[in-house]
């Protein structure tokens, strides 16, 4: 009787301490735009700069643990932001310089990573290869979206952003480009325009992602009347930079695109 | 009749009608092609039927698929051009220009691709979303408004019905999906070979003219070589019937531009190089239908040559720009002034006069116009 009382005092024991080890903490990673470091939006900015659109996508969002090793995000479906694979990140509220978007936003990624505390954040932009050529009239939420489908490179806006300075403008949609096959069977693109973007010592309760539009379109030339428009091809001479900006493209970034900002 | 007796005739009644609707498969749509047509290939996740053509009719038609309300399909594709729009480029919503000429749709059922130098874009379905979503340019202007839409056909008097009869098996028929799948059936549908040519074949020796019969022979000899991409039986190397999936798509370079000496095409339309981003693509695009020629003026992928004698002008010049792109199968020729002429003339027989006129294609709205 004894060994036995004994034999599930123990097994108690082992079960309790390996539930503390395995805890999950719900998660939320905020984006903010920004210009030269500045708050950006489609209202406000430094001097004449406004955010003209910001929708991203996001996927394989990990964190790093206490002890170094990297922790899968796993996301909260069923959001109109989020499904299990991908997060839409939508920056711009459709008022002031950014007419014609839309009125909602979504600024945070939210899920559960295992461990308690977290001091790194890496995540890829864009959609993943198995997702980003499905239709999306049946695509799952966030893919249905029409803004966020280029259609006629059978695959997805993986960003749109956009600012303008004054009267004169630049935006960028990035997406896979001189892509093979067929719209329902695309093997493979030449240019996936994936990037993974790291950032040391990222806290969550803590920090937050800036995204610096000045950084993103370094180089590119804004233009009045007409905006100068970007759409990944790395053969358009005036809208290269931002391939390169983004780290999509060969050549060294003057500054970077993302970073991480202590939360004031 | 008791009242227990009543119920349960009413369930076998909703029984039966269930089971009529979604376990009898519909009847096959029934095709009226020409003699000498084969029968297109259909996606299997987009069967044809009346239903889903006459839904997708209404809405080829109808101007609220666009942002302001002032476009349609219609209107760049205008059923007496054969589907077409006179202009050298069209013109969006909201003003914004496209950089190519609008395509005919008589007998795009049988397109191995869709546009003008798309190598992804297969199926019709695929297409439609472009300029209703599109952003460079803007076309219709739906991007983001999808919903805006869905709500007022859903409102409408007669859409929901429509929907239903197109989408019986789906409790929520209107939708973005089956708005694409209903406009691809209709296009689907538009197929005619009625011309004077087609007449000639079928055994009406004097449905051609002399003048007519010897172009014909010039259009189909080596030494115009026009038949080399502009043959078969709907005048292009870009039909097909057979499965999908196996056929290659074909894009040729006719010479129209040599920007730089190394083939270059202007910066907007530089065709399947946008895709491949390989120069020996420079200036390659689609062979598209000959069929009714004659009403589809002006011609090339930007409308930049205005009338079919230009165009023969340009091809006996082996291409007014030529480059190392150019196609092989324009070489360049010599034609008497008769010649000229009986060539223009075989090609005017190409004209399909019932199909620029055929109700079965024509503006539903303004049919109930007129009968008010």
């Known amino acids: 009787m004894r060994s036995v009382i004994q034999t599930l005092t123990g097994a108690l024991g082992v079960l309790l301490l390996t539930a503390c080890s395995e805890s999950k903490t719900p998660v939320s990673i905020v984006f903010s735009a920004v210009h030269d470091g500045a708050a950006l939006s489609c209202d406000d900015g430094p001097d004449a700069v406004r955010l003209i659109d910001m929708r991203f996508y996001v996927h394989d969002i990990e964190l790093q643990a206490a002890d170094g090793s990297w922790r899968l995000l796993d996301l909260d479906a069923g959001t109109p932001w989020q499904n299990e694979d991908v997060v839409l990140i939508d920056l711009e509220n459709g008022a002031g310089a950014c007419r014609g978007g839309s009125a909602q936003i979504n600024r945070a990624v939210t899920g559960v990573a295992e461990g308690g505390s977290f001091k790194g954040l890496r995540f890829t932009l864009g959609v993943p290869f198995e997702l980003n050529h499905s239709d999306p009239v049946r695509a799952q939420s966030p893919l249905h979206l029409t803004v966020m489908h280029w259609h006629w490179q059978a695959g997805y806006k993986f960003l749109r952003a956009g600012v303008r300075d004054g009267d004169t403008c630049a935006w960028l949609h990035l997406g896979s480009t001189q892509c093979q096959g067929m719209i329902g069977a695309i093997e493979a693109c030449r240019n996936p325009n994936r990037t993974t973007v790291t950032l040391e010592a990222f806290d969550p309760t803590a920090d937050v992602v800036a995204i610096d539009l000045a950084h993103l379109f370094a180089g590119v030339a804004l233009t009045a009347p007409q905006p100068r428009g970007c759409m990944s091809d790395p053969n358009d001479t005036p809208c290269a930079p931002v391939l390169v900006n983004l780290g999509v493209a060969a050549g060294a970034p003057s500054a970077p695109v993302f970073s991480r900002v202590r939360n004031g | 009749m008791g009242n227990v007796t009543r119920i349960a005739l009413g369930c076998v009644a909703i029984a039966v009608a269930a089971f009529v609707v979604y376990a009898v498969p519909p009847k096959p749509y029934q095709w009226t092609l020409p003699p000498h047509f084969p029968e297109p290939s259909v996606p299997e996740s987009n069967p044809m039927s009346t239903a889903k053509i006459e839904l997708g009719r209404h809405l080829f038609y109808d101007t609220r698929l666009s942002v302001n309300g002032s476009t349609s399909c219609a209107t760049c594709h205008r059923q007496e051009l054969a589907f077409t729009d006179g202009l050298a480029v069209s013109e969006g919503a909201t003003g914004e220009v496209t950089p190519r000429n609008s395509m005919s749709l008589v007998n795009v059922a049988y397109n191995t691709r869709q546009t003008w130098a798309n190598p992804l874009m297969v199926h019709l379905e695929d297409q439609i979303p472009v300029p209703l979503f599109g952003e460079v340019p803007v076309e219709m202007g739906l991007a983001g408004l999808e919903e805006h839409l869905i709500t007022e056909l859903a409102g409408d008097d007669t859409y929901p019905g429509l929907f239903r009869a197109a989408f019986p098996r789906e409790p929520s028929p209107v939708s973005v999906a089956n708005i694409v799948n209903a406009i691809a059936a209709f296009e689907r549908s538009i197929i005619s070979g009625r011309s004077a040519y087609d007449r000639y ?172």
């Open chain 2, 201 to 372: 074949l079928e055994g009406d020796a004097e449905a051609l003219t002399a003048s007519e019969r010897r172009g014909m022979d010039l259009f189909f000899s080596e030494r115009l070589e026009c038949f080399h991409c502009h043959g078969g039986f709907n005048f292009t190397d870009s039909s097909t019937h057979g499965s999908d999936a196996l056929v290659s798509a074909v894009f040729h370079n006719t010479g129209l531009y040599n920007l730089d000496g190394r083939g270059r095409f202007p910066d907007n339309n530089r065709g399947l190089y946008e895709f491949t981003g390989d120069r020996r693509d420079d200036g390659l695009f689609k062979a598209p239908t000959l069929r009714n020629i004659a009403v589809t003026a002006p011609y090339m992928h930007d409308g930049s040559i205005a009338t079919l004698d230009e165009v023969i002008d340009h091809y006996a010049a082996g291409g007014r720009a030529r480059s190392r792109n150019t196609s092989e199968f324009v070489p360049g020729f010599v034609l008497t002034e008769v010649e000229r002429a009986d060539l223009v003339a075989f090609l005017e027989s190409l004209t399909d006069h019932e199909a620029l006129t055929d109700p079965r294609w024509a503006d539903p709205f303004a049919e109930t116009a007129e009968v008010k």
